[in-house]
């Protein structure tokens, strides 16, 4: 086979790796589990599962293309959602679309505040974002315990309990479009928009393809970096206000380890954490997948630490067939 076409054959692989992969895990999912996997029920309930963590993965694939990462999404989730919770407390005589707004706004802005406040220290100081991100996940936690004083706030308004557990779109077939799974597919396009079609996302790329070439090119390389953590923190805290909705309460004991299942959807959707490569789609793909790892095992009732041993070993999987990829297709 002559170059041309060979390296034709492995761009296209390179491609479409991710979906054939969820194909291949949902068709196995489906057989091992009997066709219980391919249930409707269980397949809203897949997408509900995933449509949190996604929203934050499509902050985190911009920050890790821009070469950094951001380990505080977690804590930002309980810190947003608590703030969120204690303002519709605090707001207990207002009506209660005032203080789900409140709340929601509270809880966004205390997100983007929290992630624009580590951009800033990463894109001004050049410390490394693993060590100012770190800091800030220990920061955000603690605060959101202090809050709080460390208990569930439950005083929330009833009808708050929509933008986590309504649908939009019930069928003789059953509920099949849960809000939370409505916004993660409004924020998905919103992104895969501002990423490929504006200036804003191709000066993402170039930042983290060659922060040097970006500067000489006249890309305000710091204000990039600081706008995707605030992004990413912004994100967190919609998170964060969807989890008090499902939950009813603000309890600063969520999102823990939240940032690691984020980073895996990340990289297993094909995004290097070398930075300068990565994609929405591919994110959302990496999150499916799982999302659909994650069920399956649970319907098979297998231990939650051999659940933790196969999703390693399916992060660890996806990556080598990524490098694999990428080798063969530059040789």
Not at 48 to 67: D, K, W, Y
Not at 156 to 184: A, H, K
Not at 188 to 197: A, Q
Request: aromatic share 8%.
């Amino acid at each position: 086979m002559s170059e041309a076409p060979r390296h034709t054959v492995f761009s296209v692989l390179a491609a479409i790796r991710m979906p054939i992969i969820l194909l291949l895990l949902v068709t196995t999912s489906a057989i091992l589990t009997e066709g219980r996997f391919l249930q409707i029920d269980n397949l809203v309930n897949v997408f509900r599962q995933v449509s949190l963590e996604s929203l934050i993965a499509f902050g985190m694939t911009l920050v890790i293309v821009t070469g950094g990462i951001d380990l505080s999404v977690g804590s930002l989730v309980a810190l947003s959602g608590v703030a969120a919770a204690a303002v519709m407390e605090s707001l207990g005589t207002w009506s209660p679309t005032m203080r789900i707004a409140s709340g929601a706004l509270c809880g966004v802005m205390v997100g983007a505040t929290f992630g624009g406040l580590s951009g800033a220290v990463i894109a001004r100081l050049a410390i490394p974002p693993f060590i100012v991100t770190l800091a800030a996940m220990l920061v955000a936690r603690g605060s959101a315990f202090i809050i709080c004083g460390g208990q569930p706030v439950y005083e929330l308004p009833e009808e708050l309990m929509w933008w986590g557990r309504g649908f939009v779109l019930e069928l003789r077939l059953g509920r099949l479009l849960p809000v939370p799974v409505l916004i993660m597919a409004a924020a998905y396009l919103l992104f895969l928009f501002l990423y490929t079609r504006t200036v804003w996302g191709r000066c993402v790329i170039a930042v983290g393809s060659n922060e040097t070439a970006a500067y000489l090119a006249g890309i305000p390389v710091r204000a990039v970096k600081w706008s995707v953590y605030v992004v990413t923190g912004a994100l967190s805290g919609l998170a964060g206000v969807l989890h008090d909705a499902k939950l009813m309460a603000g309890d600063p004991k969520v999102g823990e380890m939240w940032e690691l299942n984020v980073i895996a959807a990340v990289v297993v959707g094909g995004t290097s954490l070398f930075g300068g490569r990565g994609t929405i789609s591919g994110t959302l793909v990496g999150a499916l997948i799982i999302g659909v790892l994650n069920n399956s095992l649970n319907l098979l009732h297998v231990e939650h630490f051999w659940q933790n041993v196969v999703l390693g070993l399916v992060i660890l999987g996806a990556s080598l067939l990524d490098a694999g990829l990428r080798r063969l297709s530059t040789t």
